[in-house]
């Protein structure tokens, strides 16, 4: 993982600030002993890393990093040996001040001017508007494991670049996924700010000195044990020593300096106005205009996925945006205020806090990952995601249902918490009509009804795929689910209407499903869920909490039409279980010529601890066992004569 | 290339076309070549003040849609050629000048040379020792990341050594200096990595450098030196693919080898014990070569060693539910050049199913779940019909051999049948021999061949079709003694 850029990023709607390690510090931490054996889980061991950010009296901020990391192994090159330190290319420059690679002989190699380059951030190049988030991208030369890499740089404000009020505020995490020796952040500012922050998982108390006008924070780490990364584990902002800090004095304050640059980016012009009109032309209802808009907001402004803050939190015109046709989230959320407001209706934006790790109670935007639109209606409240055009529309996913959320008024912010979704809304329902003959073919239909995130997952899957594509991934899936199984029919119901889940359905066969051992058929039955992305418990134990990430329920119907001639031998049992945050439950019944099983599996959100996760497993792998999948079928013929006497 | 100029131009894609032109203009006294591959267009040329303008139509054209293992666009849409470069050895001619001053020598790589390849006694283990270090030991960079490198010039290989990075052409002209330090004639080779590039006109749109070693009979061998988590010097993205070998004399493009299914192997050895309880345990070992190799490393090597467990600890869960690894040993990954080889241990609770009489089982090698490589790179295979050829990564061989021991007190009532296929390039032997004790249990799947059209897909289907049904029979059990 490249530091650099997970301590910067946070740091981006800063305006940042350097240490001053002096040789002979990085003297010491070069000479000190740092082998594989020490650590066998790291490629590489960060001996020091120090960032300083200075606020100086106008509200601007420098920043500056130290980094100096030891690589261990091979598979640390890739990661670490090309830094890429991002930076708003509009308001700030960025600075080499030192960059060379340490080799394990004792020479330094410096990178060659053309090495060190400005790119535009990926997700923002081919958007113009956007070309400010930029990267400056070092290439070390002469990396090899046993080497070291160092880089010195500074963020600094351009020269008149305008100051647009923004508070102070970051996070910094003093550990990462690698062993860490020594990990610094300092925060200077001006004697008499306000300066708040909050400290997270045993981060520990700041160093504050005073130096003739400025004070400074300095939050300090030694000797991090590495965070190995497990797939479902909580966030890294859950596991290490982390500071959050805003120079805002509260929740009010911030807002009151977002609803200025929201209402000012949202007045709408003469040509939102015509637009707002020819989209809600013939609807009368503010619910029915509202929905109009935020459809087209949503799915014909094309989405430049940068995150949050990574070119600031003001939007820009609205008027802009709408002769674009695309827009990061913010700028979503501006545009669809303007189209609100030349209806004379009101939105307003919503910073929704995504991420698991517990809040801070300050205000800080950096505790805000994604951006919400509210609108007050006669008949309620409702919210639209804007940004995701691929999800139902006024339905919010799990990530964002239920967050911690701060809402930008004309008076201001308010902390609210996002409506809840109901786990029915999350939810699969398969249902399985089959019928098998005495040759052990198969015949059979599936259809699907899809909701919240499984809804949204399946048109994301389907997205952009004409209907012979579609056959294809169909195809495909129905191939893995069973060798030979082939797509007879297929019924997709249009993905692009957000107002209906999706449904499938799904008409296949299968000769020889069955396989003919002497008088016995064995049918191995097909994963009811098989086309629902069933959650799976990747590990069977974990040393990490783990996170389950929201409420759903799946739910499968399977009726087996069974051929005549064969007795049942065995079928699944039925079982109910439950452990956590998982429960799980089928029935199973077998007349003369069907089988049915009713299969379910619901779980909700929650952090389930190390210990607790075995038992989880468990149940998750009990209702995933083979003997929940086989039907046994013995030619009667071979039942009558056992039962013989 | 100065005063040239070339262009192969896809005429379809994969949206619908109402009209597509392209116009070329050129000095009349520059001649100028052109094609239509796989399909037509109306061309039409005209000639005023001492330049000739070609133009090219084609009219509606509907899109072309993707399906799932299809070779490249440009392999199957129709393509425009044009050309003014006379030849395929005038490009040869060009590159192999562009990068002469490139593979100049130096003391540092002279000395480099000599010491990876003390000790070696044969050319072949010289060679593969220099390959080796180039690909392992020079980080290959993107484009982007390393400053000046658009373009075709190589980096002085010194340089490139000095750096310890490089984008493709930097770490062939380094290996091309190094092979020639112990005296053997290497050059410099462009190829379209992942396309078959068409032949009949030399067209300037290579992606991709490699290496081209000239061998005893006057034929070259290539090497691909950026590929650095493959064990074959030739890795499978620029085997059957054409490359031009840049000479000073000049050279014709050429086909670059396929490899044999049987440097594509995966071979697995399982040894099971069922219990009368119901669980099972089994001691396994998979060998990787070729494809199989460099997926295993591209997947493993980037991670911790408690990463690499997790992943096949989660692979195996997947596979065989409750399934608990233990005992993983992981070599090669890290050795440049050798296979990769993975031992572990699974005990899985619950697999054995007490039906009526009869304890039935499905043990992890017969029931198709230590080999998901295999199968991932064979599941484009999965419709009835195709509109466009299925075009595998590489040819494949997979061999199991499962040992399978019965539980005390109990007899086998029946298995799994066996059998043998042969379709085309395909083939398929399964094996279920009762043994003493228990049964022995294996299987060898050999597809030799890459891309498969018509007949050839059908018997490619109809082969893992089989495959497929592998674990669909059981091991069914029932209480008695062995006569």
Known sequence: MNRTCCLLTLALIIAWALPAADPARIAAALASPVTSAQHPQAGAVVLLEETVLTLDGNGRCTVEGHLLVRILQERALGGLCDQRIPFRGDRQSCTILAARTHLPSGQSLEPEAGAIMDVAAPEAAAASPYSSARLKVVAFPGVVPGAAIELKFRINPLPGAADDGQPFMGEGLLAGTEPSRETTLTLRVPAGTGLRYELFNGCPAPVIRRAGATVGYTWTTRDQEQIVVEPGMVALEELVPRVVWSTAKDTGELGRWLARGFRKAAAPGPEVRSQALALTRGLASPEEQVDRIARFVTQEIRIIPLGLGQVGYLPGQASRILANRYADPQDKVALFMALLAALKLEAEPVFVRVTRARPAQLASLKEYQDLLARVQLPSGERFYHLGQDLARLGRLLPSHAGRPAMLVSRKGGRALRTPAVDRLQQCLRASWELELDAQGSLAGRLKLNLDGLFDKALRTWLAGRNAEERQGLFQGVLDGLRKGMQLENIQVSDGLDLERPVQVTLAFRCPRFACRQGDLLIVNLPDPFALGMAPILPLPQVRQPFQVTADCRLEAALVLRLPKGFRVLYRPPSSADRQGPFATGQTCATTADTLTLERRISWREEVVQPEAYPGLFQVFTRSQGPGNSLLLLEAATAASRQSAP | ?483
């Open chain 2, 1 to 483: 290339m100065d005063h040239a100029f070339s262009l192969a131009q896809p005429l379809q894609g994969a949206l619908p076309s109402l009209y597509t032109c392209i116009q070329v203009t050129v000095p009349a006294t520059m001649p100028l070549a052109w094609q239509v591959h796989r399909g037509a267009a109306a061309c039409s040329k005209r000639e005023t003040e001492g330049r000739v303008t070609w133009r090219w139509e084609v009219g509606e054209l509907p899109p072309i849609s993707a399906e799932p293992g299809m070779p490249p666009l440009a392999e199957i849409a129709p393509l425009l050629a044009v050309s003014t470069i006379p030849s395929w050895r005038d490009i040869s001619r060009w590159y192999a000048a562009l990068a002469k001053d490139s593979s100049q020598g130096a003391p540092a790589l002279e000395e480099l040379a000599r010491s990876v390849t003390a000790g070696l006694q044969t050319r072949e283990a010289r060679v593969r020792a220099l390959h080796f270090w180039v690909a392992a030991q020079i980080r290959y960079v993107e484009t982007t990341c390393a400053g000046d490198k658009a373009g075709f010039s190589p980096a002085p290989a010194s340089q490139t050594l000095a750096r310890r990075y490089g984008v493709c052409r930097d770490k062939a002209q380094l290996l091309v200096t190094l092979l020639r330090a112990i005296g053997l004639e290497a050059h410099p080779a462009l190829i379209t990595s992942g396309i078959r590039q068409d032949v009949a006109i030399p067209v300037l749109q290579f992606n991709h450098a490699i290496v081209a070693l000239r061998d005893g009979d006057g034929s070259f061998s290539f090497l691909d030196p950026t590929a650095a988590d493959s064990s074959q010097v030739l890795p499978w993205m620029v085997q059957d693919r054409f490359a031009l070998v840049c000479t000073e004399a000049g050279e014709d493009i050429q086909t670059t080898p396929l490899a044999p299914a049987s440097e594509n192997r995966m071979d697995i050895t399982a040894a099971t014990t069922l219990e009368a309880d119901g669980s099972l345990r089994s001691d396994v070992l998979m060998e990787a070569s070729g494809i199989h190799d460099l997926l295993l490393r591209q997947n493993l090597k980037g991670l911790s060693p408690a990463e690499r467990e997790n992943a096949i600890a989660g692979i195996l869960a997947a596979a065989i539910p409750g399934a608990q690894l233990s005992q993983l040993r992981i070599t090669g990954l890290d050795e440049p050049g050798a296979w990769a080889r993975i031992a572990f241990s699974l005990r899985a609770p619950a697999q054995g199913i007490q039906a009526g009489p009869y304890l039935v089982f499905t043990s992890p090698g017969q029931g198709g779940c230590l080999d998901p490589i295999s199968a991932q790179l064979l599941a484009a295979a999965s419709a009835a019909q195709r509109v466009h050829p299925l075009a595998l990564a590489a040819t494949v061989e997979s061999r199991l051999r499962e040992t399978i021991q019965l539980p005390q007190g109990f007899v086998l009532r029946s298995h799994p049948e066996s059998l043998e296929v042969s379709r085309g390039a395909a083939g398929l032997q399964r094996s279920c021999q009762p043994v003493a004790g228990g049964l022995l249990y294996t299987e060898t799947l050999a597809v030799t061949d890459r891309v498969f059209a018509g007949q050839a897909y059908q018997d490619l289907r109809t082969v893992l079709d089989q495959r497929g049904r592998l674990g669909d029979g059981k091991l069914i059990l029932i209480r008695g003694e062995v006569r």
